[in-house]
């Protein structure tokens, strides 16, 4: 009997609708009688219900995951303007040089403990009556050129180092980290009293830099 190979297709109607059954290569005998079939897939077919196509689904979920993502970048990005426009800028000349607000508490900088200067364009403040102002301990080595703030309530501590832009500090939470400061500490060897950038010193311990226009105070706010 001889056999010959061809590409078919066979349409059955079944009692539970119309199937079309496909067969990529088939055996036929000398009567066109299928004896054997090599390969094939059953996919029903409904006028009314179609299911949506594995590559259509995917490129929905895509386009869906696309707007997300755009929308949550936009978010972010509106978030990042807000806090750039809420930045406060000082002014050296109008500010209080011998008083600081922290946490709604006005504390006087007293005498023999320095006040808020300005060098090469940057504001800066005492560390140690900042530091104690906040609730810190302080210790100075003078080997290393290093102010240390330790607060006994919380753990928290903060380390800077003359000359050194970067402050090192450990948050309540026993995390450690270190920022950059938009100047390096320095010390007045007149009054003997160390400075950092205001700015450092009030992220520092937690606190955004602000100003009270009423009392020319500057503040540190939670």
Request: with cysteine; proline share 2%.
């Amino acid at each position: 009997m001889k056999k010959l190979f061809a590409s078919v297709m066979v349409v059955c109607m079944l009692a539970s609708g119309m199937t079309a059954f496909a067969a990529d290569e088939a055996v036929l005998d000398d009567d066109m009688l299928i004896v054997e079939e090599i390969q094939g897939d059953v996919m029903p077919i409904s006028e009314t219900d179609e299911a949506v196509p594995a590559a259509d689904a995917a490129e929905v979920t895509t386009e869906e995951a696309t707007e997300e993502a755009a929308k949550e970048t936009a978010e972010e990005a509106t978030e990042e303007t807000a806090e750039e426009a809420e930045e406060v800028v000082l002014d050296y000349e109008v500010i209080k040089k011998d008083a600081v607000v922290i946490g709604g508490n006005t504390v006087a900088i007293a005498g023999g403990l320095g006040r808020i200067e300005q060098k090469d364009g940057v504001i800066f403040v005492p560390i140690r009556a900042i530091l104690e102002a906040a609730g810190y301990q302080v210790t100075w080595s003078d080997a290393e050129q290093m102010v240390m703030g330790a607060n006994q309530e919380t753990g928290a501590m903060v380390i800077m180092q003359l000359g050194n832009n970067l402050l090192f500090f450990l948050d309540a939470d026993g995390e450690e980290g270190k920022t950059e400061m938009e100047a390096a500490p320095f010390k007045n060897e007149e009054e003997w009293r160390t400075y950092a950038p205001i700015k450092a010193m009030a992220e520092a311990l937690g606190y955004k830099i602000g100003f009270d226009a009423e009392t020319a105070n500057v503040t540190f706010n939670k």
